[in-house]
């Protein structure tokens, strides 16, 4: 029997950081829907932070961040990516596994 996969426990802290480049539409875009939905799931125990790939180019190297908009959950491990469009509330909820908070 495979085992099921990691879900975002009731209660825990969320850290989610935010590859965008600049204040072009795309990444303003990225950023609203991404704080509606958190502020929808995840009230009051969530941390996230914007990059700018443009401002802190080192920080996008070291998290390997190839395309913008990228979103990765650093916590609760293990770690998960997104890439791309991150306005669609179930593939973000899909994509970070966070199924159990809809």
């Known amino acids: 029997m495979a085992a099921a996969p990691a879900q ?8 989610l950081l935010l590859y965008v480049t600049g204040a ?13 939905f958190c502020e929808e799931h995840l009230r009051g125990r969530y941390d996230l932070e914007v990059i700018d790939v443009h401002q802190q180019p ?4 070291e998290d390997r961040v190839l395309a913008t908009p990228t979103l990765i959950r650093k916590l609760p491990l293990p770690l998960r990516r997104l890439v791309g469009d991150v306005c669609d509330p179930e593939r973000l909820a899909s994509g970070l596994n966070l199924e159990s908070l809809s």
């Open 8 to 15: 975002v426990m009731e209660g825990a802290q969320v850290f």
């Open 24 to 36: 072009s539409p795309i990444s303003q875009r990225a950023i609203a829907s991404l704080k509606a």
């Open 58 to 61: 080192e920080l996008a190297e």
